[in-house]
């Protein structure tokens, strides 16, 4: 299992990958824009050799970039992509402080790039390969400020406008990659994730100390990875052999997951009916 993650530097990117090492037989490309300087992150690689582990360099604001990190993968032996997660994403500078009124053009531009350009040249670049997996679920990082229903509510803080235009932004964007008659007829699934309030660097900075620790929010994600998952293998193969395991590579089998009594049905239901779907960390789903 092939699993490509963007904006692995440090925080939930970062958290991701440790997961995906510690409970999975996954093997991770991670990327970020300074490899050289990612510490924590190259620091795995003397842990875990390139057949579970490969650092590349991605800005998600650079074309080219997309066309290395492209051009490098067959020199792993990697031909297919199975899990696609795009995670890489800013803010202002101010964060969270950005009323609309106020809201600098430009430094909206260069947020809307990354956050929500930055993951269209990502599905554009590698979807070929993920429509060569029997997986194929992409996870792209939202936010509960992403959501029109919650603006102006008590869940939500009404400032930071830039980012919450482009977390729109990108939802729309999930949308509409979903349901495309290419991807469609592919059978990819699309997650748009709420991670929660984490305490990352963005969520530091806030009035309000954040709620969740990275590894919490990254475990929980996982598992509704696992969900996506457990749908695709149940729609594109009925042999014993996948429904004992096959390339499902996850820490648990698919019969624990589908055991599992919890909130899940719902959000496995709506990736199933639609090809995508808005949750949060825990498999809820979120209000457009």
Request: proline share 5%; aromatic share 8%.
């Amino acid at each position: 299992m092939n699993v490509l993650i963007t904006g692995c530097s440090r925080g939930i990117g970062f958290g991701l990958v440790q997961q995906f090492l510690q409970k999975t037989n996954a093997r991770v490309i991670a990327t970020c824009r300074h490899p050289e300087t990612a510490t924590p992150l190259t620091d795995l690689t003397k842990t875990y050799n390139e057949d579970r582990l490969i650092v590349l360099r991605l800005d998600v604001t650079v074309d080219a970039h997309f066309q290395e990190v492209l051009g490098a993968l067959p020199k792993y032996g990697i031909t297919c992509i199975d899990i696609l997660i795009g995670n890489a994403g800013i803010s202002n500078s101010g964060h969270p402080y950005d009323p609309v009124l106020r809201c600098n053009p430009k430094e909206a531009l260069q947020i809307f790039d990354t956050n929500v350009v930055g993951n269209l040249r990502l599905v554009q670049t590698f979807h070929p390969l993920m429509a060569k997996s029997s997986l194929k679920v992409v996870l792209l990082m939202s936010s509960s400020q992403g959501s029109y229903e919650l603006v102006g509510g008590d869940q939500t803080p009404s400032n930071p406008s830039g980012y919450r235009i482009s977390k729109a932004g990108l939802n729309m964007l999930g949308v509409v990659y979903a349901v495309e008659p290419d991807v469609n007829k592919s059978e990819v699934k699309t997650i748009l994730m709420h991670p929660g309030w984490v305490k990352t660097d963005m969520g530091l900075v806030q009035s309000q100390p954040a709620e969740l620790e990275i590894d919490f929010s990254c475990s929980s994600m996982l598992e509704v990875m696992e969900r996506a998952c457990v749908l695709q293998m149940q729609q594109h193969s009925s042999s014993s052999s996948s429904k004992q395991g096959g390339e499902f590579l996850f820490s648990v089998s698919i019969q624990e997951i589908e055991s599992r009594k919890d909130g899940f049905p719902e959000f496995v239901h709506r990736l199933q009916a639609d090809n995508f779907a808005y949750v949060q960390y825990d498999g809820k789903l979120m209000p457009y």
